[in-house]
């Protein structure tokens, strides 16, 4: 089961969103919270594998939750629910560690999607979101240049990256050990020039790289 918190200021949502989650039958909602604070307090109380986090909540907002998160040193994954009007927050939010990013407004299956992505330690991109913030991102133009020193497979590697699926996952679609697509992974970062895999999975949105069906 992948344990999640649940933390949004709005107990509306948090109820939505919630019961979306609960009709998954391999992730189970821990705890809430409706304030950033909280949220911290309550991955240090429980074994949470996946913390999703809104961005704007009062006294610590969720971006400043998953600085606090990172630094406890926990294997807790970072899910942002956000909004067009907080397209301005991501490139701080991929700083802080965040995981992946889905819309409170779009598809129910994207939140089911993007936590077990994260929890998988995949990075995972709402397609909204993606081709919204991908000209917000300081090093985009380093990271299209990059695309052409990939090679046919490190491409596929990239698109089923972008796609949400973990490095087992990878491995098992193209048919080589775990080890292999890490190393994979390591040079398409470093040849694109990005920090993680959410960048990584929005230049491969904006190639056109993720398979129709992952």
Do not use: C
């Amino acid at each position: 089961m992948i344990r999640v918190l649940l933390a949004d200021d709005e107990a509306v949502v948090r109820m939505g969103v919630r019961a979306v989650l609960a009709s998954a039958p391999d992730i189970d909602v821990v705890a809430e919270a409706d304030n950033g604070h909280d949220a911290v307090e309550a991955v240090r109380a429980h074994r949470v594998d996946v913390a999703v986090l809104d961005i704007r909540m009062p006294g610590l907002d969720g971006l400043d939750a998953a600085a606090e998160i990172r630094r406890l040193g926990t294997e807790t994954a970072v899910l942002v629910l956000t909004t067009f009007a907080d397209d301005s927050y991501i490139t701080r939010a991929l700083g802080e560690g965040a995981g992946g990013f889905v819309l409170k407004t779009g598809d129910p299956n994207e939140i089911v999607a993007g936590v077990r992505a994260v929890a998988a330690g995949a990075a995972y991109l709402s397609p909204l979101v993606a081709r919204r913030v991908v000209d917000r991102l300081a090093d985009r133009p380093q990271a299209t240049e990059g695309l052409a020193d990939l090679t046919a497979r490190e491409r596929e590697v990239l698109g089923l990256l972008g796609a949400g699926l973990s490095n087992v996952e990878i491995a098992d679609r193209i048919n080589v050990v775990e080890g292999t697509v890490k190393v994979y992974v390591s040079a398409i970062l470093r040849r694109l020039g990005v920090r993680n895999r959410v960048r990584a999975a929005i230049v491969a949105y904006e190639a056109g790289l993720i398979p129709k069906e992952p």
